[in-house]
C-alpha cells in the first residue's frame, strides 16, 4: 500500500545523532586536548566531520571511527587526500581496540616489552550510550591519556559528582576510579543540528587509576560498586546483604566506620574500599 508524501514523517537522525555546527565549540573540544602535534587521536563518531576537519590539520595521526555506512563513505571521500587519517567504519562497543592500537607482529624484538604508544580520544557521544562507551575505554585504558567528550550535561554532572552528592552514583564512582574528571563547559541546543532536547557539557578524563592505591582486586571492586549502587533508594545493607553474610557485613562495617544505614552515595571510593576489603577479610576467614 502506498503512502502519500504528505503523511510521511520527517526522518530523524540515526543512532540519536545530533551533529555538532558551532565552530567556536569545536575550537574549545580539540583546544581542550592539548598539544596534539605529535599524538594520535582516536576520534569516535566524526559524524560529518565537524571535529576531523580540524583534527586533522593538528594531529599527527587521526583514527576516526564512525559506524554510520554513509557518513563513513562520505569521510573517506571528504579526507582522500589526507596522509594522516584512518576512516574505519565499526562500532565503538564493538571494533577491536587491541589491533588498532596494540603493537603489530614483527614490530618488536622478542621479550622487549614495548608499552604502548598514549591515545587521546575526542568524541560527540550518542546519549543513549554514553556510559557504555566510557567503560569500554576505561577497559582499554592502557591506551589511552587523555579523554574530551561532549555528553549531556546530566551525564556531565553524574561524572563529576563528590560524593555525598544527588548525582553521585555508579557511574560517577567508576569515572573517578579509573581518571581525573574535570566538567570544562556548557554546550546549548543551538550549536546543533538538528538541536537536542537538553543542553550538552564537555568533560575531560584524565586517566589515573586508583586501584593499586585502594588496594582492590579489579573485578570483584566493580562487582562490589555494582552490588552497592543496585537499587539507589536502599540503603548500602540492604544492598549488600544480597550477597554478604549478616554477621560478616556487620563486622565489616565496624571495622571499616561505616554505618549500616548509610547509603552508597554517601560513601568516598576510599570509604568503599576500605568496606570492601574488611568484607574480603571476612569471607576469607568464613
Do not use: C
Not at 604508544?117 to 577497559?139: A, C, D, H, K, Q
Not at 576510599?270 to 576489603?277: G, I, M, T, V, Y
Request: hydrophobic letters at 45%; aromatic letters at 6%.
Amino acid at each position: 500500500m502506498k503512502v502519500s508524501s504528505a503523511r510521511v514523517p520527517k526522518k530523524k537522525p540515526k543512532l540519536g545523532q545530533h551533529f555538532l555546527t558551532d565552530t567556536s565549540t569545536a575550537v574549545r573540544i580539540l583546544d581542550a586536548l592539548g598539544d596534539i602535534s605529535q599524538t594520535t587521536v582516536l576520534e569516535i563518531g566524526p559524524g560529518r566531520g565537524a571535529l576531523t576537519t580540524m583534527l586533522v590539520r593538528r594531529a599527527r595521526r587521526l583514527i576516526a571511527i564512525e559506524t554510520d555506512r554513509v557518513l563513513a563513505a562520505q569521510l573517506r571521500m571528504n579526507f582522500s587526500l589526507a596522509p594522516n587519517i584512518e576512516i574505519i567504519e565499526g562500532d565503538i562497543l564493538s571494533v577491536d581496540i587491541d589491533s588498532i592500537f596494540g603493537p603489530k607482529p614483527g614490530s618488536s624484538r622478542p621479550g622487549l616489552d614495548v608499552a604502548p604508544e598514549r591515545v587521546r580520544v575526542v568524541g560527540n557521544l550518542p546519549y543513549f550510550i554514553t556510559s557504555e562507551i566510557l567503560l569500554r575505554m576505561f577497559e582499554y585504558r592502557q591506551y589511552f591519556e587523555t579523554i574530551v567528550l561532549m555528553v549531556q550535561k546530566e551525564v556531565a554532572d553524574r561524572l563529576a559528582a563528590s560524593p555525598g552528592s544527588k548525582e553521585y552514583g555508579l557511574l560517577s564512582a567508576t569515572a573517578q576510579l579509573y581518571s581525573r574528571v574535570e566538567k570544562l563547559f556548557i554546550v546549548p541546543p543551538v550549536a546543533f543540528s538538528p538541536p537536542p532536547k537538553v543542553h550538552s557539557a564537555v568533560v575531560r578524563l584524565t586517566i589515573s587509576p586508583h586501584l593499586e592505591k585502594l588496594r582492590v582486586n579489579e573485578d570483584e571492586f566493580i562487582r562490589f560498586l555494582k552490588l552497592s549502587f543496585a537499587q539507589k533508594r536502599k540503603t548500602l545493607w540492604n544492598n549488600l546483604k544480597v550477597r554478604y553474610a549478616s554477621e560478616d557485613l556487620k563486622r565489616a562495617m565496624l571495622r571499616a566506620k561505616v554505618k549500616p544505614a548509610i547509603r552508597a552515595e554517601a560513601l568516598s571510593l576510599e570509604d568503599s574500599a576500605r568496606l570492601f576489603r574488611a568484607l574480603t577479610e571476612a569471607a576469607a576467614r568464613a
